[in-house]
């Protein structure tokens, strides 16, 4: 009688679950006929949305590999002081909020800027152009790589390479044709989640960037500025956000099932 109260009890409680997460993501697709989502993609606003948005996402996909997988290697293999900080800073950006992550890199690179005032001198601005898009992107996408790439780093054997370097390889050498290809799977999970995370990022743009068509308007800025006169883009722009998250979800799955 208890297993079947118990049984009963988690069924319904799953099945509420999943609904309150389900229910919203359907509406979506109910609000809107398939003759109005396509129209919305012909928007000169959607258009130039999902092409910033797509540019700047990889481009910031890509510095965060470029400069997250040696740092990730360094930290899944050397012992050195200050580690434990520069774990804490690495993952800070996941659980600061995405407003005060703007603010600061705005008072870090904005014209008035400990950085920024310096490069206004040479008529460099970064604050509300493309360039800070990307710059707030890799700062709160990058976590999502440099925590993954680190444990799929320390997840490979060293007995591998040890035995490279008793060979005569350089720690370069093990690097590249060791360690990383025996880690590929959970460096291409960890920035495809990159790439997700920067093609979501609203918060931290809308106050770094701002919300320029064509320049800083990246797809969470179009659906809140569609929202308020045309929801069928916005709501277009949302559903093109739900399939790639859902892509991306399967996309790790299928490549973290690969790997193991």
Same mark, same amino acid.
């Given at each position: 009688?208890?297993?079947?109260?118990?049984?009963?009890?988690?069924?319904? +409680?799953?099945?509420?679950?999943?609904?309150?997460?389900?229910?919203?993501?359907?509406?979506?697709?109910?609000?809107?006929?398939?003759?109005? /989502? /396509?129209?919305?993609?012909?928007?000169?606003? !959607?258009?130039?949305?999902?092409?910033?948005?797509?540019?700047?996402?990889?481009?910031?996909?890509?510095?965060?590999? +470029?400069?997250?997988?040696?740092?990730?290697?360094?930290?899944?293999?050397?012992?050195?002081?200050?580690? &434990?900080?520069?774990?804490?800073?690495?993952?800070?950006?996941?659980?600061?909020?995405?407003?005060?992550?703007?603010?600061?890199?705005?008072?870090?690179? *904005?014209?008035?800027?400990?950085?920024?005032?310096?490069?206004?001198?040479?008529?460099?601005?970064? *604050?509300?152009?493309?360039?800070?898009?990307?710059?707030?992107?890799?700062?709160?996408?990058?976590?999502?790589?440099?925590?993954?790439?680190?444990?799929?780093? &320390?997840?490979?054997?060293?007995?591998? &390479?040890?035995?490279?370097?008793?060979?005569?390889?350089?720690?370069?050498?093990?690097?590249?044709?060791?360690?990383?290809?025996?880690?590929?799977?959970?460096?291409?999970?960890?920035?495809?989640?990159?790439?997700?995370?920067?093609?979501? &990022?609203?918060?931290?743009?809308?106050? /770094?960037?701002?919300?320029?068509?064509?320049?800083?308007?990246?797809?969470?800025?179009?659906?809140?500025?569609?929202?308020? *006169?045309?929801?069928?883009?916005?709501?277009?722009?949302?559903?093109?956000?739900?399939?790639?998250?859902?892509?991306?979800?399967?996309?790790?799955?299928? !490549?973290?099932?690969?790997?193991?």
């Amino acid at each position: 009688m208890r297993r079947a109260v118990l049984s009963l009890f988690t069924t319904v +409680l799953l099945a509420l679950f999943l609904l309150f997460i389900t229910l919203p993501v359907v509406s979506l697709f109910l609000r809107i006929s398939p003759e109005g /989502f /396509f129209h919305s993609l012909t928007q000169p606003v !959607v258009l130039d949305a999902l092409s910033l948005s797509f540019v700047t996402a990889t481009v910031s996909t890509a510095i965060v590999v +470029l400069f997250g997988t040696p740092l990730a290697l360094v930290n899944a293999r050397r012992d050195y002081t200050g580690k &434990e900080l520069v774990d804490t800073l690495t993952d800070l950006p996941i659980v600061l909020p995405p407003a005060v992550a703007g603010l600061a890199l705005l008072m870090a690179f *904005g014209r008035r800027g400990v950085i920024g005032q310096y490069l206004d001198i040479f008529g460099i601005h970064i *604050g509300f152009t493309t360039i800070a898009v990307i710059l707030a992107q890799v700062f709160v996408a990058s976590p999502f790589y440099i925590r993954q790439a680190r444990a799929s780093f &320390e997840a490979v054997d060293r007995l591998y &390479e040890d035995a490279a370097r008793t060979l005569g390889a350089s720690p370069m050498t093990v690097a590249l044709r060791i360690t990383i290809p025996l880690a590929w799977g959970g460096l291409v999970s960890g920035a495809i989640l990159s790439f997700a995370r920067a093609l979501g &990022e609203f918060g931290a743009t809308i106050m /770094f960037a701002g919300n320029f068509q064509g320049r800083t308007q990246t797809m969470p800025l179009a659906i809140y500025t569609t929202m308020q *006169g045309d929801m069928n883009a916005a709501i277009s722009l949302s559903i093109i956000l739900v399939v790639i998250s859902f892509a991306v979800i399967s996309a790790v799955k299928i !490549v973290t099932r690969r790997k193991y």
